[in-house]
């Protein structure tokens, strides 16, 4: 696969850098070697990413200025991150793996669901997949790995077309979908006892990139109903915030709301901004940490 040649060809020049930085690097004689370097690939953008965030940066050739910043960022390219996985002390309304094969009795018990997000690249395949694989491949592959995470409300970016994804269907109910820059964002609810939600359409804000649901959820804790407003995201990436807030104000102009809001997905955007926004609408700010580009 020519992605697959041009990782081993970035890989093998990453090695002549580390020979002349004097650094360890990867082994090019392993069987793991692509993989390996697409694993630090992702490590490195995740660490660029976070370190432009931190520091209010656009352009991440800033990070680059001096020989001490390059050599962190090199040594972070000739090094495959280790994988951990982190456990939730406490079930969170945000839950996701904590709780994984008990969704039904997490929702009813806790007053708790999962959530999930993903940019699935929709039409595109890893560079880590055989030459042999197909689109139906690839979107089986997304299929089984989304019912692995058993989450109760699912966004997804980037998908192929408006149309629900049918191997989820058995096991989700389809909310809707609208267009984006790329492709299309899409929104699944589990079916399951306690909880009922039900896709928002309104023609007057079919031209933004954002789906809209209501979400009630039963819980045995003194017969609470809750009800939420989830609203599945993927805004238009580059420097112009104001186009992004302008979309993230129809959706959530106040945060004197009555009913909570779940708002998730791509937002295209700096951790800064983000956390701006949620400050201006009461919002709290919840993010994965970690390699999330290439996989």
């Not at 370190?51 to 390219?77: P, Y």
């Not at 609810?189 to 007057?204: F, K, M, P, T, Y």
């Not at 807030?245 to 800064?272: T, Y």
């Amino acid at each position: 696969m020519a992605s697959q040649r041009i990782v081993a060809a970035f890989g093998l020049l990453l090695c002549r850098v580390a020979k002349a930085a004097q650094e360890p690097s990867h082994d090019e004689q392993s069987p793991t070697f692509v993989p390996d370097v697409c694993h630090a690939l992702r490590a490195t953008f995740a660490r660029l990413r976070k370190d432009a965030s931190e520091r209010g940066k656009d352009d991440v050739g800033s990070l680059l200025l001096d020989s001490v910043q390059c050599l962190q960022i090199l040594r972070v390219l000739l090094t495959p991150p280790s994988i951990r996985q982190v456990h939730a002390s406490r079930p969170s309304v945000f839950d996701t793996a904590a709780q994984r094969g008990v969704h039904n009795d997490r929702c009813s018990s806790h007053g708790a669901f999962g959530v999930a997000t993903w940019n699935i690249s929709g039409g595109q395949s890893s560079a880590q997949a055989p030459s042999t694989w197909t689109a139906v491949d690839q979107n089986a592959s997304v299929i089984k790995e989304i019912n692995r995470w058993t989450a109760d409300i699912l966004a997804l970016q980037e998908c192929e077309s408006g149309e629900p994804y049918e191997g989820l269907i058995p096991q989700y109910k389809f909310l809707g979908a609208a267009e984006a820059h790329r492709g299309c964002v899409q929104l699944y609810v589990r079916i399951q006892e306690g909880l009922h939600a039900e896709g928002i359409r309104d023609e007057s804000f079919a031209v933004h990139p954002v789906v809209q649901a209501t979400l009630k959820l039963d819980t045995v804790v003194g017969e609470v109903q809750r009800h939420w407003r989830v609203l599945a995201i993927q805004l238009p990436h580059g420097p112009d915030k104001l186009a992004r807030r302008k979309i993230l104000d129809v959706f959530v102009p106040s945060a004197d709301l009555d009913d909570g809001v779940l708002l998730l997905g791509d937002f295209n955007a700096v951790d800064a901004e983000v956390r701006s926004f949620c400050v201006s609408k009461a919002l709290t700010h919840v993010a994965y940490s970690g390699p999330t580009w290439g996989a």
